[in-house]
């Protein structure tokens, strides 16, 4: 499926990790659970659901500590800590 949007896409030039920190930082968040050099061909679709879904569940401070998922979708999630 493809999704046209009317939308500007910058790219961050190599080493530059200034230009872009928000991408830095999930960067990061994703390596908490996936060591850098994993090969994803060999994970399983689900664990990288998982850690996707728990990207994506977490309440940002940026965000008025909704979560991504709440913000695109407009639902409130519950958390379980």
Known sequence: ?????????????????WQ???N???NGLLRRDVPKGTDF???SAQAL??????I???PRKLLNWKSAYEVYYGQRVA???
Not at 1 to 17: E, G, L, Q, R
Not at 49 to 54: I, L, P, Q, T
């Open 1 to 17: 499926m493809i999704v046209k949007a009317d939308i500007s896409i910058y790219f961050a030039d190599p080493y530059a990790s």
């Open 20 to 22: 872009q920190a928000s």
């Open 24 to 26: 830095e930082n999930t």
């Open 41 to 43: 061909n060999k994970e």
């Open 49 to 54: 659901r998982r850690v996707v879904e728990k």
């Open 56 to 58: 994506n569940l977490m």
């Open 79 to 81: 958390l379980i800590t």
